[in-house]
């Protein structure tokens, strides 16, 4: 049984950091893609970060993202992060990691084969 755990979502103020961990079990992970999702509230699903499976280098990122978040593996720990950098009001939002039965790198939801539960991120003004 595939289980993805999201953790270290919380209350921070704009400008401020956080970084999101989901661990694994269950799966494949060193050969799977990885990526992050996240859903505001009236909004769908949207594409944060992806990481290639194996070494992990090759990564995707949203443009309202890039160049602020960063996205990491540790096949060791069978974890997935996502450091968030320099936060604004509209990141806020549930986070959700996903999993894919594939190396390659994909920005749409419905690739993905497995998902978390979701870890809510607040960012206030």
């Known amino acids: 049984q595939v289980q993805l755990v999201e953790s270290g979502g919380g209350l921070v103020q704009a400008g401020g950091s956080l970084r999101l961990s989901c661990a694994a079990s269950?799966?494949?992970?060193?050969?799977?893609?990885m990526a992050w999702f996240r859903q505001a509230p009236g909004n769908e699903r949207e594409f944060v970060a992806a990481?290639?499976?194996?070494?992990?280098?090759?990564?995707s990122y949203a443009a309202s993202v890039k160049g602020r978040f960063t996205i990491s593996r540790d096949n060791a720990k069978n974890t997935v992060y996502l450091q968030m950098n320099s936060l604004k009001p509209e990141d806020t939002a549930v986070y959700y990691c996903?999993?894919?039965?594939?190396?390659?790198?994909?920005?749409?939801?419905?690739?993905?084969?497995?998902w978390g539960q979701g870890t809510q991120v607040t960012v206030s003004s």
């Open positions: 996903a999993a894919r039965s594939s190396v390659v790198v994909r920005t749409n939801a419905n690739e993905y084969d497995y």
């Open positions: 269950g799966l494949a992970f060193r050969s799977a893609a």
């Open positions: 990481i290639r499976g194996w070494s992990g280098g090759s990564t």
